[in-house]
């Protein structure tokens, strides 16, 4: 017996002695190691744990996806998002890349990912995100992840403003998806969520009792029906009935923390919820302390700093941190705590900085900013506020550089980054935004849209914004820089010009001017009226014979717009530049008249251009940084399809095209040669890009484009192109139109240009007639032939144009003159090129007059000494 367990005992230990620990096994051993454990101290064993692992092998590799879901759950727990998000990124990138399988990845990681992507406000990669998993989903017939993600990118489109798509979605899902009691229920709470914030408040409070009703059963589905109830709290509180708001809070509370396991965002958002209440019903203090436990819950250590704003390094890209920023910035602002309001705000601006470094999409950083956008307005009405109290031009300063800040940042950082990212990034970049744009026109087509082609197009999509994402630049930074207002002072000088600057807010118009090294602001709160007379005066230029139909009342409605806003109309200068913002982008401010007067002679009339030389830009930012012209010579790249024979056909283009070849050496196609293909082929090597063609400013759902002689190009199909110009020249309809983002400006065909590298544009802003496009456009080039700067040369060509014998005076109405707008510097071309390539020839000239001198004398001393 004896020796039986003693060779039992060898034979164990032989065994021991043979078997490998594999990497597979010490992967699930960490995870198992962590995952009975979790902690903050127990993650940091995993990360570095993690960097020992190179795994290579499939089932290495379905560990290592496993180990970093895992890892990414308990991140978020711990309310490390942006590390959350990451290691889901690196678990889908992997999973994908190397086809791997027996893992439900759309439960573990993209269902989550998704959540994590709408929480931190990327709204294109959660739709994206959910969209695939929906695919997935449908495919293998999977009702239950369907129902799932029918109810994430509900939560998407709630999130990003589009309730009224969210409840579209819903509705359709309830009526037409087989749905057990619970799935009915959890939808229902959706949609009477967007009901609520749609103010359809009889709506909501219907689907909502519905949902509890379905639900009051299902204990894994507290948290649902505590939410229910939670929205029913701030309708009844919206409609001022507080004791009936407050019973239904009190419920959503017990539940809520009934409830096991909870996350503490969902805890933090819980507390912001409550705050709302406190603060609707007037009760500050209450509001200020769930505040507070905001902050408790969701900042390490936020009770050693024992005071109230948390300190800027214990903020994260956290949207309820934002949320109670704000809110308490609101209660300081009531209180009559203008300065501890502004510090707040600081906090919420940091943080929103935070979140756009993670995004990717234009889209989701345009978002983004509408909330910067709302905030910067609350900030300016508070410097306001202090500016009259203390009378201190620092605070009208600091107003002035924070609203210039919201103004088209996305272009200026995208601008910005173009100039650090490495060529790698920028083939990412384009092969991205080719995909979106083949969703985009795929969608276009409604109900013969191809699934199957936009779901592969997401699939690439996302497989190459993970792959941007672990390229990009450590160093990469989207902080907004302040603007200096010396430097700025200093170039307005130079250029001899004044500056007004808008911000259009939700509740009034603050009108910056700068000029003699001085600002002012006035304030214009925005009434019915102001909004009628803004909205009529654009209308005048909806069709041609609406001005020359009413003459007197387009003289009263111009000159009104004038005397409200007053351009220029104390300045000494003769330049002016103004930066429009909001619906004002839409106005051409030439066109004002300055005196009122009973003349129907349109040439007679008293605009603001016969005062002012009237030049735009974006921001100051981007006057201030103009950047020097890259080519000493006048060549032009001109595209004319005119479209012959066609409904299209736009027979003065064949003018428009003979009067600037006549004039500039280029190349210009023409005809079936004015293709897409042949003008990028080209774009790279003119100072003038010049398009006479087809465009449109598209609509709420379909995007701006231009036409060429093959195809109809989208806005955003324009951004990679390679083009270097001094000027690009839009001879086409509305191509400074299109979608309206107060912060951002209009996504336009000019908008296109100026992403892809054009820096000087002239554009159109309604349908401009093509007889008289060609006769502004022979007056424009005349004067850039002489010389002029484009600045100057727009402003001419305007008045050249007025003044034109051969135009009859139903033709010079401002329809067909002020139509053509410039952004770009006013420097002219000949005093920063020519003159600096004149100053070298003499230097050099004279240069090798001293040396020729020099010899020459050499030569006479040598020939002195030989004799």
């Not at 359709?172 to 009691?181: A, D, G, P, V």
């Not at 910035?329 to 756009?356: G, M, R, V, W």
């Amino acid at each position: 017996m004896k020796q039986v367990l003693l060779l039992l005992l060898f034979a164990q230990f032989a065994f021991c002695q043979n078997v490998k620990i594999t990497l597979e096994d010490t992967i699930y051993d960490a995870i198992d190691n962590f995952v009975a454990k979790p902690s903050p101290e127990s993650l940091k064993k995993l990360e570095s744990s993690e960097k020992k692992f190179n795994p290579k092998t499939k089932s290495e590799l379905l560990a290592f996806v496993i180990l970093k879901c895992n890892k990414a759950y308990f991140e978020n727990q711990f309310g490390l998002t942006s590390k959350a998000i990451s290691d889901y990124e690196k678990a889908w990138q992997l999973f994908q890349t190397h086809q791997l399988k027996n893992y439900d990845i759309t439960e573990y990681c993209l269902k989550p990912l998704g959540n994590l992507y709408t929480v931190t406000e990327d709204y294109d990669n959660a739709e994206n995100t959910i969209k695939q998993y929906f695919f997935i989903a449908s495919m293998e017939g999977n009702q239950q992840q369907k129902i799932a993600s029918v109810l994430n990118l509900s939560n998407v489109y709630q999130s990003s403003g589009k309730s009224d798509q969210a409840i579209a979605l819903l509705e359709k899902t309830i009526k037409t998806e087989k749905l057990s009691y619970t799935q009915k229920g959890i939808l229902l709470n959706n949609l009477g969520a967007n009901y609520t914030i749609t103010a359809n408040f009889k709506q909501a409070k219907k689907a909502l009792q519905t949902s509890i009703s379905l639900l009051k059963n299902s204990t894994n589905q507290i948290i649902t029906v505590s939410n229910a109830n939670r929205n029913l709290a701030l309708i009844y509180n919206r409609e001022r009935d507080f004791k009936t708001a407050d019973s239904y809070f009190a419920t959503a509370k017990k539940m809520f923390f009934e409830s096991k396991n909870l996350e503490p965002r969902k805890t933090g958002r819980f507390y912001y919820d409550e705050a709302l209440l406190f603060f609707e019903q007037g009760k500050q203090t209450e509001a200020t302390q769930s505040i507070t436990a905001v902050f408790k819950t969701l900042i390490p250590d936020y009770e050693k700093q024992q005071k109230l704003l948390p300190d800027t390094n214990s903020l994260y890209a956290e949207t309820v941190l934002i949320d109670a920023l704000d809110l308490q910035a609101q209660l300081f602002s009531d209180q009559n705590q203008p300065k501890k309001a502004l510090e707040c705000y600081t906090l919420s601006f940091h943080i929103e900085e935070l979140l756009q470094s993670l995004f990717v999409y234009e889209n989701s950083k345009i978002i983004s900013q509408i909330r910067n956008r709302n905030r910067t307005e609350k900030c300016i009405s508070l410097y306001t506020s202090l500016y009259q109290k203390e009378k201190k031009i620092s605070y009208i300063e600091t107003a002035y550089q924070l609203q210039d800040q919201t103004k088209s940042s996305v272009l200026k950082h995208y601008i910005a980054e173009n100039q650090i990212i490495s060529q790698e990034e920028k083939r990412i970049l384009e092969a991205l935004q080719s995909w979106s744009d083949n969703i985009l026109k795929e969608q276009q087509k409604l109900d013969a849209a191809d699934i199957s082609k936009i779901n592969h197009a997401i699939k690439k999509q996302n497989e190459l914004m993970l792959l941007l994402k672990s390229k990009r630049l450590k160093t990469t930074d989207s902080k907004n820089e302040i603007i200096n207002l010396t430097d700025l002072y200093e170039k307005l000088e130079k250029d001899k010009t004044d500056m007004i600057s808008f911000f259009y807010g939700t509740k009034d118009i603050y009108l910056f001017t700068l000029s003699n090294r001085k600002i002012t602001l006035k304030v214009f709160e925005i009434t019915s009226q102001l909004q009628t007379d803004i909205y009529g005066f654009i209308n005048y230029f909806s069709d041609a014979n609406v001005i020359t139909n009413n003459t007197k009342g387009y003289n009263l409605s111009a000159n009104k717009l004038y005397e409200t806003f007053q351009p220029g109309k104390h300045s000494t200068q003769k330049n002016l530049v103004i930066i429009p913002d909001g619906i004002l982008n839409f106005i051409p401010f030439e066109a004002l008249i300055v005196e009122k007067t009973a003349t129907a002679n349109f040439t007679k009339m008293h605009y603001l251009v016969n005062d002012f030389k009237v030049g735009y830009a974006n921001s100051a930012d981007f006057y201030l940084n103009s950047k020097p012209f890259k080519h000493t010579k006048e060549t032009v790249l001109g595209v004319f399809p005119v479209f012959e024979n066609s409904p299209l056909e736009l027979p003065f283009s064949k003018v428009e095209l003979e009067n600037i070849e006549k004039s500039f050496t280029g190349i210009y196609l023409k005809r079936n040669k004015a293709t897409f293909t042949n003008f990028k082929a080209n774009a790279a090597d003119f100072s003038i890009l010049h398009l006479s063609t087809h465009a449109s400013s598209g609509d709420l759902y379909t995007p701006a484009s231009i036409r060429f002689y093959d195809q109809e190009v989208l806005y955003s199909e324009l951004y990679h192109l390679n083009i270097h110009p001094d000027l690009v020249v839009l001879s086409a309809c509305e191509t400074g139109l299109g979608k309206l983002y107060k912060a951002e400006g209009a996504m336009s065909v000019a908008r296109g240009f100026q992403f892809a590298g054009a820096r000087n544009l002239m554009f159109s802003l309604w349908k401009v007639n093509d007889y008289t496009t060609s006769v502004f456009m022979n007056h424009f080039y005349l004067n850039v032939k002489n010389h002029n700067s484009y600045f100057e040369s727009n402003h001419k060509a305007k008045l050249d144009y007025l003044n034109d014998s051969h135009i009859p005076n139903a033709k010079k109405s401002p329809y067909y003159w002020s139509a053509m707008v410039y952004y770009g510097t006013l420097e002219p071309k000949t005093e920063t090129h020519y003159s600096i390539y004149i100053g070298l020839g003499i230097i050099f000239g004279f240069g090798l007059f001293l040396l020729f001198k020099k010899i020459k004398d050499g030569r006479i001393r040598e020939n002195s000494k030989k004799k």
